[in-house]
Structures are given as C-alpha cells and as structure tokens.
Nanobody, 119 residues
Framework: QVQLVESGGGLVQAGGSLRLSCAAS????????EGWFRQAPGKQRELVAR???????NYADSVKGRFTISRDNAENTLYLQMNSLKPEDTAVYYC?????????????WGQGTQVTVSS
C-alpha cells in the first residue's frame, strides 16, 4: 500500500518561508508526475508546482520566483520550498504523485497540510 505523508505546514508571517515535505512509502517501482496542489477555503484545488518523470518543472504564475519544487530520489521525498510567502498563499497544501506499482499506474494524494500566512 503506497502512502504519501506530508509535513512542514504551519503559521508564518508574510515574507516568511516554509518547506513542505511529502514522503512516499510502500512498494514503488517508479514515479511519473509529482506535484503540489493547494485549496483555499471556498476555492477549487489548484496546481502549485509539478515535476514530470523527465524532470520538466511547471509553476503556477502566482508562485513563480518564490516557490521551488524538488525531490530526493533516494528518500522518495518531494519538497516545496516556499519563500516570500503572502497571505493569499494560505491554503491546505496537498502532494500528488502518479506512481507505478506492481498493479500498474495509480495516482495518490497526501492528507494535506495547512499553511497559514498572516499579514
């Protein structure tokens, strides 16, 4: 059973930084796309940053230049470094991964971690 466990959220003042982590566990053959999404109250879940199997990275326009997605292949962990945080970044952040297992390709979600940016 594959699981994604997120950590690193919290309360920070505007201009501050946080680093989110998403650790994958279970029997994993390989990863395809991985990414971070967020959902603010009353809004739809939106893509924040994504890295493809080939290493291509995409960011939402609202976070370009402030957020950095990366991964540690040895630890099966995905990161999101968030700098210069703004109150509008407040949301629940979810990691998502498309993973190849013994039963094929599946999409998984983490449980979410709250990020709150105060003004």
């Amino acid at each position: 059973q594959v699981q994604l466990v997120e950590s690193g959220g919290g309360l920070v003042q505007a201009g501050g930084s946080l680093r989110l982590s998403c650790a994958a566990s279970g029997i994993i053959f390989s990863f395809n796309n991985e990414g971070w999404f967020r959902q603010a109250p009353g809004k739809q879940r939106e893509l924040v940053a994504r890295v493809t199997y080939g290493g291509r990275i995409n960011y939402a326009d609202s976070v370009k230049g402030r957020f950095t997605i990366s991964r540690d292949n040895a630890e099966n962990t995905l990161y999101l470094q968030m700098n210069s945080l703004k109150p509008e970044d407040t949301a629940v952040y979810y990691c998502n991964a498309v993973i190849i297992t013994s039963t094929g390709e599946h999409a998984y979600w983490g449980q979410g971690t709250q990020v709150t940016v105060s003004s």
